[in-house]
């Protein structure tokens, strides 16, 4: 299995959108958005289960991101975004689990990121 490939990152003002996409290969259970903004941690923005289409979020973004999938392309819509939503975002992919959500899965394979700037 071959890890995601991460595109349609870039730089947009407070307020605007912008959507990821992400080519997936194999059949993936788990499957997900990370981040990591500069000197902060790595931390899950949205995750989908493959398996029950059940959708989680971390709160800082609930309501304003939105995960999807279709066929072999997991996307990630981002209304309103903020400068905090600055970072380096991650697809992630994974076996099956009972931790597919946004508070507990841990990724087997991540792809090499795409940045993400929002300018005030």
């Known amino acids: 299995q071959a890890d995601p490939v991460e595109s349609g990152g870039g730089s947009v003002q407070t307020g605007g959108s912008l959507r990821l996409s992400c080519a997936l290969s194999g059949y993936n259970y788990c499957m997900g958005w990370f981040r990591q903004a500069p000197g902060k941690q790595r931390e899950a923005v949205a995750v989908?289960?493959?398996?029950?289409?059940y959708t989680s979020y971390a709160v800082s973004v609930s309501g304003r991101f939105t995960i999807s999938k279709e066929d072999r392309t997991l996307y990630l819509q981002m209304n309103s975004l903020q400068p905090e939503d600055t970072a380096i975002y991650y697809c992630a992919t994974g076996h099956r689990t009972s931790r597919c959500n946004a508070d507990e899965w841990s990724p087997n394979y991540w792809g090499r990121g795409a940045q993400v700037t929002v300018s005030s």
């Open positions: 989908f289960d493959n398996l029950s289409g």
